[in-house]
């Protein structure tokens, strides 16, 4: 798919796969960098690594601090030259907000329907926020693939997400809005790519599958956004860490 069926198909769905923008001896990289991280996991959470109610490894915020390669393959010219269209920027982009999620097998747990908007909303008014995951193995129903509800970007809102206090403060969607849409599964063949628009509706299924499945996830944003962040200050450079790509 040539980079204008791309953006027409982004449009129109609200997500869009890109294939063949990593080589065999990079994926094979981030696969033992993936590896690493979370093989060598602290037995506790920390500012960087985040936790699970029942004990199993969440994420790694704050991605790019913490590990280099993954910042390298932000850099991407393929995935930048994307989110440069995206986003209409005509300066330059930056990355934001960048984590390593190790969906942890046998069980490991789901992440429900949500919005990315939902979490800096003073910054959709000029639309220049795009997301991106990198889905390092085969994806699929078992091991706890993505799921983007197709075109629920189109409305331009940001629906409310309700708090569940009894999962450390998890915020999702309620039902009776996802089931308005089509919910697309992702049964791909990894490695790839998923830009999708911060109002798209997505989630995840649990990993019922006997391997741990390694994913990434940032935003890019036009360098020329300087809404403020929807942390809290003493969050701010751990959770945010934004940084000039191009």
């Known amino acids: 798919m040539d980079m204008e069926k791309e953006i027409k198909f982004f449009e129109d769905n609200g997500f869009v796969i890109i294939r063949d923008f990593i080589s065999d001896d990079l994926h094979t990289q981030l696969i033992d ?15 960087r690594y985040v936790y699970n109610s029942n004990g199993t490894m969440n994420k790694i915020q704050g991605a790019f601090d913490y590990e280099p390669l993954f910042f390298e393959l932000a850099h991407n010219k393929k995935l ?26 046998g069980g490991g747990e789901s ?15 000029k639309k220049d ?4 995951a990198i889905y ?22 940001v629906y409310p997400h ?23 599964d992702f049964i791909e063949k990894g490695p790839y790519a998923v830009f999708f ?5 997505h989630g995840c ?11 990434l996830a940032w935003e890019y944003v036009d360098s020329n956004n300087n809404s403020p962040c929807a942390c809290r200050q003493e969050e701010h450079e751990t959770w945010c860490d934004r940084k000039r790509i191009l």
């Open 162 to 184: 309700q708090v569940d206090s009894g999962m450390e403060g998890i915020k999702w969607i309620d039902d009776s809005v996802v089931n308005q849409f089509e919910i697309y």
């Open 111 to 125: 992440t429900f329907f949500h919005q990315d908007g939902y979490y800096f909303q003073e910054q959709l008014d």
């Open 129 to 132: 926020l795009v997301s991106c």
């Open 80 to 105: 930048t030259e994307f989110a440069k269209k995206i986003t209409g920027s005509e300066v330059g982009i930056d990355t934001y907000i960048s984590k390593f999620f190790p969906m942890v097998p």
């Open 197 to 201: 628009d911060v109002l798209a509706i």
């Open 33 to 47: 960098t993936c590896d690493r991280l979370y093989n060598n996991r602290p037995l506790e959470g920390n500012d």
């Open 136 to 157: 390092l193995q085969d994806t699929s129903v078992d091991n706890g693939c993505l799921r983007v509800a197709k075109g629920s970007h189109k409305n331009n809102i």
């Open 205 to 215: 299924y649990v990993n019922n599958s006997d391997t741990t499945r390694y994913s």
